[in-house]
């Protein structure tokens, strides 16, 4: 019973390839995030949607592009990948409890060789 | 700006206690949490305070001073499970933005 759960897991790719992370919760959350949490740990939102609309987007290269085809999943695209986006890519879904508490999905660790 | 700091590294020994801090200074405040988070895996949510004071849960106490712009984490009697980095984040706006710290690295010895 995956609370929130993110695929592949691990992913490996030359640069220039375009690649998707794809992410679903069944916690009936209306809301959801995809964070970037690079090799000093820190944790940067890129986006939140709220229902399937767009409510958060950080300062983030278009070659990203989120896509919410229902508020249980929020897949994200990325185009002309480059050895900086290596990172791990964290999904996650916020509902109505104590504000803000946000239950993360695995992780992706996408890796640009 | 938003800053959130945190020390980087934190070593303590099993059986003792120790303290985490965390300040900041954010555009507007609606509440600090602590996360833990274990290497190779997702952060999973310990605690949030919104209101001056300590709140106690199980091993774990998280103190908060709104005026001082300041928090603590308290874990007591340690465990080697509670090797783990820990998080610091504050919601600055109504829509679940959340700030967030580096994390302390915490290293229990035996």
């Known amino acids: 019973d995956t609370a929130v759960s993110q695929t592949p897991k691990y992913l490996v790719t030359q640069m220039g390839n375009d690649k998707s992370i794809k992410c679903e919760q069944n916690l009936g959350h209306d809301t959801m995030y995809w964070y970037k949490q690079d090799s000093k740990k820190f944790l940067k939102i890129m986006f939140s949607?709220?229902?399937?609309?767009?409510?958060i987007n950080e300062t983030v290269p278009n070659r990203f592009s989120p896509k919410s085809p229902d508020k249980a999943h929020l897949n994200l695209h990325i185009n002309s990948l480059e050895l900086g986006d290596s990172a791990v890519y964290f999904c996650?879904?916020?509902?109505?409890?104590?504000?803000?508490?946000?239950?993360f999905g695995e992780g992706s660790r996408l890796t640009v060789l | 700006g938003q800053n959130i700091d945190q020390p980087t590294e934190m070593t303590a020994t099993e059986g003792a206690i120790v303290q985490i801090n965390c300040t900041y200074q954010t555009s507007g405040f609606n509440g600090l949490f602590w996360y833990q988070q274990h290497a190779g895996e997702a952060p999973t949510f310990l605690s949030y305070n919104v209101l001056d004071g300590l709140e106690e849960k199980g091993r774990f106490s998280s103190f908060l001073s709104r005026s001082k712009g300041y928090s603590y984490l308290l874990l007591k009697e340690l465990q080697m499970k509670d090797s783990a980095s820990y998080l610091c984040a504050v919601i600055v706006r109504s829509n679940y933005q959340l700030i967030w710290g580096a994390g302390t690295k915490l290293i229990i010895k035996p």
């Open positions: 996650a879904s916020s509902g109505t409890g104590v504000t803000g508490e946000l239950f």
């Open positions: 949607y709220n229902n399937k609309e767009l409510i």
